[in-house]
Structures are given as structure tokens and as C-alpha cells.
């Protein structure tokens, strides 16, 4: 078995889909040798989420993971364990740092690579492997194993996710559309692969399966990439089987959903099916047989999470897709895919009953589920959190909890483009951007946090900016007062003042607010290794009492750990003795 999942990557922008001269021969030869679907969405606009359901066969509400960053928690059963209990070899090769072990999917594989390149550059703007390197390395391990095993290896593939920027020639070919050449580089790798797989003596035996997480939106709908929005763009995805018994040439036109890719693949190699499983075996459709009338759910709830904005959930069946909007705004949308399929034309005054009908489908297919792994606070911790000013049960006073999505990626994109200036060492370039949002979003968690942000960079030429900084950064966080991300650009300002006391404390209470966060746990202990580092600069400069002050709220913060313990008592004795 051979799980190939494509990052980024939209459906019609395969050869196989319709999309001309895509430079796609390798998967579109596969849907001609196998079966395609017409219609398959993801469950979350989101590269974590939507594996996690992939892996599980679950949906977000039962998984408990909507975003990056979030821990698969142990409960749900996933391919690979049912794979390893069976008896087969089991391995992974991710490409990308929102796949890394630590957020849980690893469970089930004997080997588990997300070993990703520190080093980065034009091409390497964030921690990812490419198509080569990733093919290489699986093969590697298709090599070293007895062709005599079975096997489930699966090999995600990062290269569409922006920034688009694909080797030569690839970048002279598609100089005009990059993103479409990331995706032509890919699948030429991804026939190196299969090849392997033929060269291994297993080609005969081997069923693969091409699904991707989510598409991307290029600029669709004013999205510029993916997370916020739930249309066709990012929700459709390829999905295509090949293999013994799958029939060559097969369309199938019914909507499915990636939750089916699970309980599909067991039956073809007939293991059993999870009991929790919310997918539906997609084996009899590959056998001609029609599929029952079902309806396909999906989410989006990044900006709720990020923005403090509405978050969108969607349903589709029988050709109708049904959008439900905030509830304030009233309005939610329905469209005709077949005949509509980007979009554009929203039906819901001509058919109100379809969309009535879809919204209680929506609301009991949520009913369905169980409530996924967003934490709670402790009465202690919420103490704590309140004392420092960082918590709070209001909502927003401009009513953002109930802005569309829709509506906020355009200012967005402004707040995007502010944050890639004042990272890439060009802050005053930011200025005409943060003033337009601040112009047409006033008063608003973006216009806030972009200023804040502007200012923390001016602070380290300008330290009479820092105040501002921490209060804009404040305001925002009083707009999304459980968004741990907010709570860090806080404790960023504390760090930029000086005060790494209370800095320390702010971050510590959204690592633990936030346990499914990994990656601020990551961020965590790393502010650790710096913050000792720091006190070490302190007691160079003689600055006594600032730097025990600091080691102190690190002993209380982290009292097990012996660094921190040694070095606040090795300081109080020297304290003693001067």
C-alpha cells in the first residue's frame, strides 16, 4: 500500500481534472490506470487537520485537532496502526514542519522521518524537503526492506505550498504561473517513486492512493492562499486509487470526503474498519455499485482562532453546497456545483428550502461528533491568567466575533504583506499598509496587532515606542482573549521592555493553556535556552538583582528543571558572598 498525499494542490489543476498542458503525466497516467474522483473534499483548508482526518478517518470535531500546531490526542485508531497490528512494515516520509512527529500523526509506523533541512533559502523559506529528497529517501527504505513484506508507506509531498518557487527548469517553463510548475516538479518525483515501486516487484500488489489536504485559493474569493475561506478552491481535492480490483478509467461523480480514504483502503486489502470511523468504504463505488446518498461535511475555524472572526462550516449533497454564514450577518450561501462550480452565483433566495434542508443536515452531522480537543482552563490557571490582565470573558466591542471571513481576507492580506515587511527587515516599508488598515478596519484585532508588531521592531533603534507597542498588543489580545498567539506577541513586547519576569509568565500561561499547541510548547523551551542565556548576559553587565529576578521566575516557572535550579542557587551564593 502506497499513500501518496500532495500539499497544496487543487484538483483542477491536474491534467486529469481538465487542467491543460499541467505537466501532470505521472498522476494523470495513474487515474487512467485507476479510478478518480470527481468530486472529493477535505475536511479543513489545513495541512495537520486535515492528514490527521485522512489518517483517521474522523472528522475535526472527533479527532480534536483544527490547526496546525495542535496534538493528535491518542484516542482515535489510525491507518498505520491498523496496518502495523495486521502485520505489515509501516513507514512515513513528511516533508514539512506541521507534520513533524511530535503533533501525534508518527503512532502506527515502525519509521517515522520528518528529518527536515535546518539550512534555508530562496526555495527554502521554512523547514520543508522537496519532491527529490523525499523520494529518495523512501526509496531508500523500499531498498533496504524483504520484498517478501508487506508494507504501507506513506510520502507527503510540501513542494505547491507557497512560496512558489520550483528548481530549473521548472521555474523557466511555468515562469508564469510557479505555482503550477510546483506542481509539475512534483510529479515528476512522484513517477520516480511509483517507478521504485516497480523496481521493488511489488507493482502488481501495491494500491495507491493520491489524495491532497487542501487546494489553494490564488487569489479566488480575495484569498490569497488557504485556511480562512471554504470554496471549491481549497476545499475540492484530487483523489485518485489504482490497483487490483480497481477498474482502469473509473469517474466516479458522487461527492466524498478524505474521511472515506481510511475504511476504503482496509476493505480493498480487507482489514477491518475501526469502529470509530465516520468515512464511508468507497470499495462498492469502485465496483460500479451506486453509492448511498450521503451528505459530505467540512470546516474551517482558523479565523476564529487567529482573527476572532466568525468561523465557516459547510455541507454538500446531491449537487448543492450550503455555506452557513454568522449568524448576525444572515448570510449564507448556496450554490449549484455542477453548473456553478466557482462559485459565483449564490442560490439560496431562489431555493430556500434546499437550504433549509442543508442547514439542519449541517447541524446534525455536527451533532454526530464529539466535542473535539480545545482545552479548558483550570480554576487555578484562569487565576493566574486573570491576575496578569490576560484573560478575559468579553467579546469583542466591534463585534468582529461575527465578521464573515469572507469579509476580512482582503484586510488581511494587508496585514500579510505589513508582517513580510517588518520580517524582512523593512518596517518602515509597513507603515502605508498598517495606516490603510487602520483607515478602512479601525479599532480593529489586525490593525492593533500590526502596529504593535511595527513597533517592536522600531523599538530596538527607538525604545520610546515600546509602551505603544505593548498596549496595542494588549488591546488585540483583549479581542481573542484564549488565542495563545496572542498572549505571545504580549510576552514578546515584556521581552522587548525588558521586563522578562512577566514576559516568562504571559508565555507559560499560553503553553499551558494551550496543550495541544505543540509547537508553542517547542517555542517554549527554546525561550528557556534564551532566557538563561539572557541572565548570563545580565551578570556580565553586573546587572545583580535584574538577573536573579529573572532566574527566580524561571525556577518557579520550571522547578524540575536542574539548568534553572543550579544557576538560581549558584547565584544566591555569589549574592551572599558580595
Do not use: C
Not at 27 to 34: I, K, T
Not at 112 to 127: F, K, M
Request: a negative charge.
Amino acid at each position: 500500500m502506497l499513500l501518496i498525499t500532495l500539499d497544496t494542490t487543487r484538483a483542477d489543476r491536474l491534467g486529469a481534472y481538465g487542467k491543460e498542458q499541467a505537466g501532470t503525466r505521472n498522476l494523470d497516467a495513474l487515474a487512467r490506470e485507476g479510478a478518480l474522483f470527481e468530486w472529493a473534499f477535505t475536511t479543513v483548508p489545513i495541512t495537520l487537520p486535515a492528514h490527521a482526518s485522512i489518517l483517521t478517518g474522523t472528522y475535526p470535531d472527533r479527532h480534536g485537532v483544527h490547526d496546525n500546531g495542535w496534538a493528535l490526542p491518542p484516542e482515535p485508531v489510525t491507518l498505520a496502526e491498523v496496518f502495523r497490528d495486521a502485520g505489515y512494515r509501516t513507514a512515513a516520509f513528511v516533508s514539512a514542519f506541521p507534520l513533524y512527529s511530535r503533533f501525534g500523526l508518527d503512532r502506527g509506523f515502525e519509521v517515522y522521518d520528518d528529518t527536515l533541512p535546518a539550512q534555508r533559502s530562496a526555495r527554502r523559506s521554512v523547514q520543508q524537503r522537496f519532491a527529490q529528497e523525499v523520494v529518495e529517501d523512501a526509496s531508500a527504505w523500499l531498498t533496504e526492506m524483504d520484498p517478501e513484506d508487506p508494507f504501507f508507506l506513506w510520502v507527503h509531498f510540501y513542494d505547491p505550498h507557497n512560496s512558489y518557487l520550483p528548481p530549473p527548469p521548472y521555474t523557466q517553463w511555468y515562469a508564469s504561473d510557479l505555482y503550477q510548475g510546483e506542481i509539475a516538479y512534483m510529479d515528476e518525483w512522484i513517477g520516480k517513486l511509483i517507478q521504485k515501486i516497480e523496481e521493488s516487484g511489488h507493482a502488481e500488489d501495491t494500491i495507491i492512493a493520491v489524495v491532497a489536504d487542501h487546494g489553494e485559493s490564488l487569489g479566488e474569493h480575495g484569498e490569497r492562499t488557504h485556511a480562512e475561506l471554504i470554496y471549491n478552491s481549497t476545499m475540492r481535492v484530487p483523489l485518485i486509487l489504482r490497483g487490483a480490483p480497481i477498474e482502469a478509467g473509473s469517474r466516479i461523480s458522487d461527492p466524498v470526503s478524505v474521511v472515506d480514504l481510511l475504511p476504503t483502503l482496509l476493505e480493498l486489502v480487507s482489514l477491518e474498519v475501526p469502529e470509530e470511523v465516520q468515512g464511508t468504504s468507497l470499495a462498492p463505488a469502485l465496483r460500479g455499485e451506486p453509492p448511498p446518498s450521503r451528505s459530505i461535511y467540512f470546516e474551517s475555524l482558523y479565523s476564529r482562532l487567529h482573527h476572532g472572526w466568525s468561523e465557516l462550516r459547510s455541507i454538500v449533497r446531491e449537487g448543492w453546497k450550503y455555506i452557513e454564514a454568522p449568524a448576525a450577518t444572515g448570510e449564507s450561501e448556496l450554490y449549484a456545483l455542477t453548473e456553478d462550480p466557482d462559485e459565483l452565483n449564490n442560490r439560496i433566495a431562489e431555493h430556500p428550502e434546499v437550504a433549509r434542508q442543508l442547514r439542519n443536515e449541517l447541524h446534525a452531522q455536527r451533532t454526530q461528533t464529539t466535542p473535539g480537543s480545545r482545552p479548558s482552563l483550570g480554576e487555578e490557571e484562569q487565576q493566574q491568567l486573570e491576575a496578569l490582565g490576560y484573560l478575559t470573558t468579553k467579546s469583542s466591542p466591534l463585534g468582529e466575533d461575527d465578521l464573515h471571513p469572507r469579509d476580512g481576507v482582503r484586510v488581511f492580506a494587508l496585514y500579510q504583506d505589513a508582517v513580510d515587511r517588518i520580517q524582512g527587515n523593512r518596517p518602515r516599508l509597513a507603515l502605508p499598509l498598517i495606516e490603510k488598515i487602520e483607515r478602512e478596519y479601525p479599532g480593529s484585532l489586525l490593525a492593533h496587532k500590526a502596529r504593535g508588531r511595527f513597533w517592536i521592531e522600531l523599538g530596538e533603534e527607538d525604545p520610546s515606542v515600546l509602551p505603544g507597542a505593548l498596549k496595542e498588543l494588549e488591546a488585540a489580545l483583549s479581542m481573542a482573549p484564549d488565542n495563545p498567539d496572542e498572549i505571545r506577541y504580549v510576552a514578546e513586547a515584556h521581552f522587548a521592555l525588558g521586563d522578562w519576569p512577566t514576559g516568562l509568565r504571559v508565555f507559560a500561561e499560553a503553553t499551558r493553556s494551550a496543550p495541544h499547541r505543540a509547537d508553542l510548547r517547542n517555542d517554549y523551551d527554546g525561550l528557556i535556552d534564551e532566557a538563561l542565556g539572557h541572565v548570563e548576559s545580565l551578570e556580565r553587565a553586573q546587572r545583580w538583582d535584574e538577573a536573579l529576578a529573572v532566574a527566580e521566575t524561571l525556577a518557579e516557572l520550571e522547578p524540575e528543571d536542574s539548568r534553572v535550579l543550579r544557576r538560581v542557587r549558584s547565584m544566591r551564593r555569589e549574592r551572599e558572598t558580595r
